[in-house]
């Protein structure tokens, strides 16, 4: 499958991993509306090729994203009208730019980030939607919205809270736009891994996406949308859903028939979807 866009780069590995990167370096990967459509569009290719076991995405250039690009956006666009028209035509513009972020976490495969310098507004958006997330020293996160006057409506407000777990230091974030800085990041958990350099932050997320893609499909798609399910459910409705679920996805044959079978399986790829 091709992936020819404009601010996005992909490249597809034989093992199985693609490389997502933003791609708008003279900007500094700032979000205009071409960056967020194809950011979107990218995500659900992705998640539709079967070539694709697990995703890094990173950014080319010296930052992960200066956040939106306030020369090239659609907030202030506004038709002739009354202000309930103007609003209903905002909201269509902000449901899909969630629409885009969001592709990340429906993307059927798990999708690691490698973050590198500034990562600023809505990369914070983007970065939450993503299942693992790693870190070079240099890094550095800014919930960057209210310094603009607006609330961050992409993702931040809703996912931060469930990856941090701490309520206090969200608000903080989000209410005061100051910078979080790596060594502040892997401790409070929004990263888990931190890495010299931006170089070595890449190759570390490649190396786990093998990990990930080495591993049977259905195993590996099963357990992200249902960590997904849990988190938005209860754990007694969380175990109700994965049992209608494995009812249907425990017939597989990369399940092996014994311990034995287990060990002795060499290392291989599983087959495609």
């Known amino acids: 499958m091709p992936y020819n866009y404009e601010t996005v780069k992909v490249d597809v590995f034989p093992d199985g991993v693609a490389h997502v990167q933003l791609n708008r370096p003279k900007k500094l990967n700032a979000f205009n509306n071409a960056l967020i459509g194809e950011l979107g569009q990218v995500f659900r290719e992705v998640s539709a090729d079967r070539n694709v076991r697990a995703v890094v995405l990173s950014a080319s250039g010296r930052i992960f994203t200066a956040g939106l690009d306030l020369t090239e956006t659609s907030l202030k ?43 600023y507004g809505a990369g914070v958006d983007l970065i939450t939607a993503c299942d693992i997330r790693y870190c070079a020293n240099d890094a550095l996160f800014c919930v960057k919205e209210v310094d603009v006057g607006l609330a961050p409506d992409v993702g931040t407000l809703q996912r931060l809270p469930k990856i941090i777990g701490n309520q206090s230091l969200v608000r903080e974030l989000c209410l005061t736009a100051r910078n979080m800085l790596a060594d502040e990041a892997l401790h409070c958990g929004l990263v888990n891994q931190k890495h010299e350099t931006k170089e070595k932050t890449i190759e570390a997320a490649l190396k786990t996406a093998r990990v990930i893609a080495s591993k049977s499909p259905v195993a590996v798609f099963s357990t992200k949308h249902n960590l997904n399910y849990a988190r938005d459910h209860s754990v007694a409705e969380g175990l109700q859903y994965i049992q209608a679920w494995n009812a249907a996805y425990l017939n597989t044959e990369d399940i092996p028939l014994s311990i034995q079978a287990f060990i002795e399986k060499k290392p291989a790829r599983y087959s495609n979807l």
């Open 77 to 119: 666009d506004s038709e002739a009208g009354d202000p309930a028209r103007r609003s209903y035509h905002l909201r269509h513009h902000l449901k899909w730019f969630q629409e885009s972020i969001s592709a990340i976490e429906l993307c059927e495969q798990p999708v690691v980030a490698a973050i590198h310098g500034g990562c």
